[in-house]
């Protein structure tokens, strides 16, 4: 084995930088750091070692993202990593119609990442900041991008159009790309693996809930339909977006509430989905408790988080033609045994029937089949996500590493 056999996954975000450092033939990351208020004076990194001890640094020089990565080159030297990283993968919100699938970084996929800004402005450029900076640190390393948006370009025309004057679409873009596609790939072949079935003969509806949420139809390992739109704001409800509206909500509240659309576009993204239902938190575990205690707030934003999950899973089984398998994955499909429980109550007309028992065992990590096995029946599974490996895993195939 060569004695370069690690990767680093870099997500960077506009005062943040998220890394993992990870041997991709064991499965394994060896350091993690968060980077946090960047552009701050008080910035700093926040570092986890292979056994979960911690431990802080405050940022040198100009407290942005070629500090951040700067401060994290010198952390690798001292663990003695720095040798061992034979490339750097980044995870890129955003590849419109341009990306299909991961790439090499070259100069002219950094152009087409730039053009792409128009469609994530807050997202993208602060992946252009996070990948020159890894150049600049890296000089030698081969960078790969890994795009949200990618695994959502086999939808048909049918479900990624909006019902618009078309030349919305063909002068600005405008049409439904999606996210979440890295973990949707994974737990694809995750559930496939899991059970032991092709994944090119397997309909599944995956639904991809934390702080952001989201859910696909995959067929046959092809993404047909999603829920996210141009932005991450369509679709299910989330921790504090409201996913789909009535468009005409802007006008309205333009007019009653003399509300600006960046007010509103504010609202509709950070104050609303559970936050602005409870009144009290976007944190699903906390609701969960206040409800536990009769908060009504709290219940009713877990009550409609469920039923428009619900609709949707039915929306989706549609798109597939069928299904074989519901997936619940990420921090809320993962834990939440009671928002599996009140999603699963909705879907009896569509032969799924939650195990109880086998709901409670299937948390903090473990996979499991949640549902009664009934021959002829779907199933309903949790599988952990983990985005952070299918970056690495690309990475590492795309700069040919041996692994
Ligand atoms: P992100 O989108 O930021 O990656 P995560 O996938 O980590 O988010 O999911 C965060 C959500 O998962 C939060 O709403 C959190 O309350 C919820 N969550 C985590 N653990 C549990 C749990 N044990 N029970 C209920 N909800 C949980």
Redesign the pocket.
């Known amino acids: 084995m060569s004695d370069q056999d690690l990767v680093l996954v870099l997500n960077c975000g506009s005062s943040s930088v998220k890394a993992a450092v990870m041997n991709v033939a064991e499965k394994h990351v060896l350091m993690s750091c968060l980077a946090e208020k960047l552009g701050n004076v008080d910035a700093f990194v926040t570092f986890k070692d292979t056994h979960g001890n911690k431990h802080k640094r405050a940022l040198a020089g100009e407290y942005d993202h070629v500090a951040a990565v700067l401060t994290l080159l010198d952390e690798l030297k001292l663990a003695g990593l720095y040798e061992r990283v034979a490339a750097i993968g980044h995870r890129v919100v955003h590849g419109g119609e341009r990306f299909t699938q991961s790439t090499l970084i070259t100069p002219e996929v950094m152009k087409d990442i730039e053009a792409c800004v128009v469609l994530a402005p807050l997202h993208n450029p602060a992946h252009i900041l996070g990948i020159e900076a890894a150049q600049k640190a890296f000089p030698d390393l081969p960078q790969v991008a890994v795009f949200d948006t990618a695994f959502h370009q086999t939808m048909p025309p049918h479900a990624y159009h909006y019902a618009v004057p078309s030349t919305l679409y063909t002068r600005y873009g405008v049409r439904r790309y999606g996210m979440h596609g890295t973990s949707y790939r994974y737990v694809t072949q995750a559930s496939a693996d899991f059970l032991q079935r092709d994944v090119h003969d397997l309909r599944l509806v995956i639904a ?6 989201s859910i696909t139809a995959v067929k046959n390992g092809q993404s047909m339909d999603t829920s996210m739109g141009l932005t991450p704001l369509e679709g299910l409800v989330m ?1 504090t977006r409201c996913g789909d509206i009535d468009a005409s909500i802007f006008s309205f509240l333009a007019d009653n509430a003399k509300m600006s659309i960046e007010k509103i576009t504010h609202m509709l993204n950070k104050e609303s989905g ?1 936050l602005g239902l409870s009144n009290l938190s ?7 408790e206040a409800a536990s205690y009769g908060h009504k707030g709290a219940q009713l934003a877990l009550d409609v988080f469920a039923y428009r999950l619900a609709k949707y899973i039915a929306g989706m089984t549609i798109a597939n033609g069928g299904l074989d398998a519901l997936v619940f994955t ?10 599996r429980s009140e999603v699963m109550a909705h879907l009896e007309p569509l032969g799924l029937v939650l195990d109880h028992d086998a709901n409670m065992e299937a ?2 990590g473990r996979s499991g089949i949640i549902s009664t096995k009934e021959a002829g029946k779907p199933l309903a599974l949790v599988i952990p ?1 983990n985005e952070e490996l299918m970056i690495a895993q690309d990475t590492a195939r795309l700069a040919n590493m041996a692994l």
């Open positions: 991809h809930l934390g702080n952001g949420a921790g559970l976007n944190d699903c575990r906390m609701l969960e990420g921090g809320i499909g993962e834990n939440s045994t009671r928002v948390c903090f996500t």
